[in-house]
């Protein structure tokens, strides 16, 4: 995980790694994201929006199973 801030060449708020994350169940009916800053740990099951065809751009939901708080969610394809 990454605080992105101003960016990496920012001199006064550059980018900084601040945590990990986890993604288990990967390909099931409802994966989980777990993400870690320091000793704490959030942890959401995803599961996709109705209409929605994983994997594919739609809308999900990042519910908490622990430490956070719900998250609805719109993923779209992007152009790196």
């Not at 006064?12 to 994350?21: H, I, L, M, S």
């Not at 986890?22 to 000793?39: D, F, M």
């Not at 622990?66 to 394809?77: E, F, L, M, Q, Y």
Request: some cysteine; proline content about 10%.
């Amino acid at each position: 995980m990454v605080d992105y801030k101003k960016g990496p060449n920012d001199p006064v708020d550059p980018t900084t790694p601040v945590g990990t994350y986890n993604i288990s169940n990967n390909g099931n009916a409802a994966a989980t994201v777990t993400y870690t800053y320091g000793a704490s740990s959030y942890g959401y099951a995803v599961y996709a929006n109705p209409g929605t065809t994983i994997p594919n751009p739609g809308s999900y939901s990042f519910c908490t199973t622990g430490g956070g708080i719900n998250i609805p969610v719109t993923v779209s394809a992007s152009h790196c």
